[in-house]
């Protein structure tokens, strides 16, 4: 069946390094979905990306979504202390409408 | 302000009871949809729900679990016969359209003894 993968799975920085997560589909997706769950909170849309080799850019984060709309990527300049938590990555599935969540990336920004 | 609101928070049953979560979008979504987070792990999609039927299950989903949208405001998430295994946090979001993002609810932590 369709998988979302998402790696790494956890990672610690030192504040202002930088930080980035990638995301492969098995198949061609049409859109990609970011969202950003707090330790102990809920997931929270920050992005969707649809056009092939799409790049956005929302202050320090950076999306990419790859030519063949297959993979993606977030990438965080210069981490804070506020950027911690989980970032999911998510797509359609091929037939029918439901979300499927990659395994997330936790993380860590050590002041 | 949240577009949907989830309640209980927490809920405590033991094994075998009923439970019901419940789920009030503020707005007026076409989508609804529930996930369930197990602790550490990624979000798991469970059921979606669409013009008052369900449009997609996961395996998940089995008989154990229904769902239904009774008033047209309330979207309840019902576990009929509750299992250790079911010990998880479950998020109602929703949505505008197929592949719209989607506006999750807090959560309710589900904890079967």
């Known amino acids: 069946g369709q998988q979302v993968m998402q790696i790494p799975q956890y990672q610690h920085v030192q504040e202002g390094e930088d930080f980035t997560t990638y995301c492969n589909s098995s198949?061609?997706?049409?859109?990609i979905q970011w969202y950003k769950q707090r330790p102990g909170g809920h997931p929270v849309f920050l992005i969707q990306?649809?056009?092939?080799?799409e790049v956005k850019k929302q202050k320090r984060l950076t999306f990419q979504f790859g030519e063949a709309k297959k993979n993606s990527s977030l990438h965080i300049t210069a981490t804070q202390t506020t950027d911690v938590g989980t970032y999911f990555c998510?797509?359609?599935?091929?037939?029918?409408?439901?979300?499927?969540f990659g395994a997330g990336t936790i993380l860590r920004v050590k002041s | 302000e949240p577009e949907v609101t989830q309640t209980p928070s927490h809920q405590v049953t033991q094994m075998g009871q009923e439970v019901i979560l419940r789920c009030v979008p503020i707005?007026?979504?076409?989508?609804f949809y529930w996930y369930r987070q197990i602790l550490g792990q990624k979000v798991e999609f469970l059921v979606s729900?669409?013009?008052?039927?369900?449009?997609?299950k996961s395996e998940i989903f089995d008989d154990q679990f229904s769902v239904e949208r009774p008033d047209g405001s309330n979207f309840t998430l019902k576990i009929r016969s509750t299992k250790l295994e079911d010990s998880a946090m479950y998020f109602c979001?929703?949505?505008?359209?197929?592949?719209?993002?989607?506006?999750f609810g807090n959560g309710t932590r589900l904890t079967v003894t």
């Open positions: 707005s007026n979504h076409l989508y």
């Open positions: 198949t061609t997706l049409s859109n």
């Open positions: 729900f669409y013009n008052n039927e369900i449009s997609e």
């Open positions: 990306l649809v056009k092939s080799g």
């Open positions: 998510a797509g359609p599935m091929e037939y029918g409408n439901k979300l499927v």
């Open positions: 979001a929703v949505g505008w359209g197929d592949d719209s993002p989607l506006h």
